[in-house]
């Protein structure tokens, strides 16, 4: 049982824990939920028909970690910036580059209200259909894509200031 529960970390671990990054800004926070998102996964020992069920009910469970974790009143202050990007001496200047510009796209993303970067991170980061981001939010598939190009017009906003 132990080799299957490493297998399920595995594979899910950073994905899980990048959507909550984005989320809650905080890299321990972040460590907590998506720990206690993995803590129910194994508590409840589910057996899921197929992998996006697996897959869409650890994200369903991440968004609720994260929305209970922002409804606790010290967790609401504003997020000034995330880690500082410091530049190894082992990369090229173009991947340095690279990695700037991905940082401030993050960093973009961050500042959006939650409702638009949920949906952005589960659409470009996670590569999830609208169908199964509205499966995973509980969302008409219409609001979905609405918020989506909401969103991005606001986060054009953001990035050309």
Request: net charge positive; aromatic share 14%; with cysteine.
């Amino acid at each position: 049982m132990a080799d299957i529960d490493e297998v399920k970390i595995r594979k899910y671990y950073s994905k899980i824990y990048k959507f909550v990054y984005m989320q809650v800004k905080n890299r321990e926070d972040a460590q907590d939920i998506t720990q206690e998102v993995f803590y129910q996964y194994f508590d409840k020992n589910i057996v899921f028909p197929d992998v996006e069920r697996e897959k869409a009910w650890l994200f369903t469970v991440a968004r609720n970690k994260c929305k209970n974790h922002w409804r606790t009143c010290w967790y609401r202050k504003i997020f000034d910036e995330m880690e500082n990007i410091s530049e190894p001496k082992d990369i090229s200047e173009n991947e340095y580059e690279r990695k700037e510009d991905a940082f401030y796209v993050v960093s973009c993303v961050s500042k959006l209200p939650y409702k638009y970067r949920e949906i952005i991170h589960l659409f470009y980061y996670e590569n999830m259909s609208i169908e199964k981001i509205s499966k995973i939010t509980g969302k008409n598939k219409s609001t979905i894509q609405t918020q989506l190009d909401r969103g991005r017009k606001l986060l054009k906003k953001i990035m050309i200031k």
